[in-house]
């Protein structure tokens, strides 16, 4: 059994579970990363192996760039892909491939016809992670929207005054006791815009949730979805324009050189007076002195973040000091059984291509 794998970190699940030659610190450093939850991840890889014994063992072949997924090809049974590009070429240098997995749900780059002529299956999954980083965004929004975090605890009249606010009691032989601390700046998500910046899996993730809390959707990349238009009744849109319009602008974008620094003292500037900052992709996609000046100044009423710009961030980081400014450590994946159940998902996949 041959499988060929895109090199990426977390399809590596794939050959630590499946090829015996893989490096013991491979090995070390995934049940390292599984273990956050509690996990036996040892326990793990020995189900998947005794379920599947038409997969394992396997040889695995990582690679990183088109022509070394050609090379790789000649003898391969399946491959998994995440953004590599699977054509005619790819094809002809398979013999004897059965299954094409991509590793999430966009076809766009699978010359799914071709596949179809040569009889080679094209499987797609719903990744539980992309829905637990969809979900992160969302919850930020909620966070900054109705001002959870700050208020979280401060239940007492000296507690508000402490958060600069000045609480005081309503004449209830007249009126209801509603937000007696005097909160203001309080949002409901109904009628808001979402701007997502990547319209891709994740991005459409977030969509679909903003349809539920009666969000309009506003949307920019390098090229339009008419699928995300359709769905989602959204609008693309020059990203000027979508960071002029939102109240909240989600980015959903890899790393590149392309996309670093995408979002700069210029576009902060242009961004709606009170909007909101959600990133829980990469924080080098913001320029970062730009963003404490747009914390400190505004346009920006404030901002969410999974990560910041080190990891760990140091403890007198100067950002951390931004009451606008939320951030979690790179937890927006939520548990490990996530990546774990989507990587079985991939296993099952192959198995029924293989027979």
């Known amino acids: 059994m041959i499988i060929v794998i895109e090199d990426d970190t977390v399809l590596r699940l794939l050959q630590v579970t499946l090829d015996p030659a893989t490096a013991p610190e491979r090995q070390a450093a995934f049940a390292d990363y599984y273990s956050a939850d509690g996990t036996d991840f040892n326990a793990w890889l020995i189900e998947q192996r005794s379920r599947l014994p038409q997969l394992y063992p396997a040889t695995v072949r990582p690679v990183q760039t088109q022509g070394q997924l050609r090379a790789a090809l000649r003898d391969a049974d399946a ?39 040569r009889g080679v299956k094209v499987a797609t999954q719903r990744r539980r992670v992309n829905v637990a980083c969809a979900e992160h965004a969302f919850a930020f929004m909620l966070a900054l929207a109705k001002r959870i975090c700050g208020l979280n605890g401060r239940m007492s009249l000296p507690a508000l005054r402490e958060a600069g606010y000045a609480p005081r009691m309503y004449d209830t032989r007249h009126a209801a006791q509603s937000n007696w601390g005097r909160v203001g700046g309080l949002r409901t998500l109904a009628g808001k815009t979402l701007g997502i910046v990547g319209m891709g899996e994740i991005g459409q993730e977030l969509a679909r949730r903003a349809l539920a809390f009666d969000m309009r959707i506003v949307y920019h990349q390098r090229s339009r979805a008419p699928e995300a238009d359709k769905a989602f009744d959204a609008r693309y849109a020059p990203l000027d324009d979508l960071l002029a319009s939102s109240d909240y602008v989600s980015l959903h974008l890899p790393l590149t050189s392309g996309t670093r620094g995408l979002i700069g003292a210029a576009e902060l500037a242009s961004c709606k007076r009170g909007s909101f900052l959600i990133d ?25 973040f999974d990560m910041l710009y080190e990891e760990p961030a140091e403890p007198h980081d100067e ?27 991939v296993l099952d996949n192959i198995a029924r291509a293989i027979g």
């Open 79 to 117: 491959v998994v892909i995440q953004d590599l590009e699977f054509g005619e070429n790819e094809l002809k240098a398979a013999p004897q491939l059965a299954i094409v997995q991509k590793f999430g749900t966009m076809e766009r780059q699978i010359d799914v016809a071709a596949c179809a002529r």
């Open 280 to 304: 829980v992709s990469r924080a080098e996609l913001v320029e970062r002195t730009a963003l404490m000046r747009a914390l400190r100044n505004g346009p920006i009423a404030g901002a969410a």
């Open 319 to 345: 950002l951390l000091q931004f009451p606008n400014l939320l951030c979690t450590p790179h937890t927006a994946v939520a548990g490990r059984d996530n990546g774990l159940a989507d990587m079985a998902d």
